[in-house]
């Protein structure tokens, strides 16, 4: 099972963009997933993440701006960001701390990330 992320980009600042990620495979279920982002020089920071419950928790730097939803029939969740700032800039990553698959039950999985950039 991979993680695959889509929808980064370039943007304007004050624009918006919706970030997606696809768990490939067959997978039975997924406990919480979330976003991370990382820019240079600092550590790889939790943005958002949602339980498999639908409830969710968010960066106060993004609380009000960004939305984290997920569809469980497609194993997907999406990230909507709006009112972007150049330090909203950075490398997206999805990640789930547990995967069940029929084989195995993964944990700690990351996507290969996408890049944001928030031009002022």
């Known amino acids: 099972v991979q993680l695959v992320e889509s929808g980064g980009g370039l943007v304007q600042a004050g624009g918006s963009l919706r970030l997606s990620c696809a768990a490939s495979?067959?997978?039975?279920?997924?406990?919480?997933l979330g976003w991370y982002r990382q820019t240079p020089g600092k550590q790889r920071e939790q943005v958002a993440d949602?339980?498999?419950?639908?409830?969710?928790n968010y960066a106060d730097s993004v609380k009000g701006r960004f939305t984290i939803s997920r569809d469980g029939a497609k194993n997907t969740v999406y990230l909507q960001m709006n009112s972007l700032r150049p330090e909203d800039t950075g490398v997206y990553y999805c990640?789930?701390?547990?995967?069940?698959?029929?084989?195995?039950?993964?944990?700690?999985?990351w996507g290969q990330g996408t890049q944001v950039t928030v031009s002022s």
């Open positions: 949602i339980t498999k419950g639908g409830s969710t």
């Open positions: 990640h789930a701390d547990q995967v069940r698959t029929p084989l195995r039950t993964m944990r700690d999985v």
């Open positions: 495979g067959t997978v039975f279920s997924i406990n919480v």
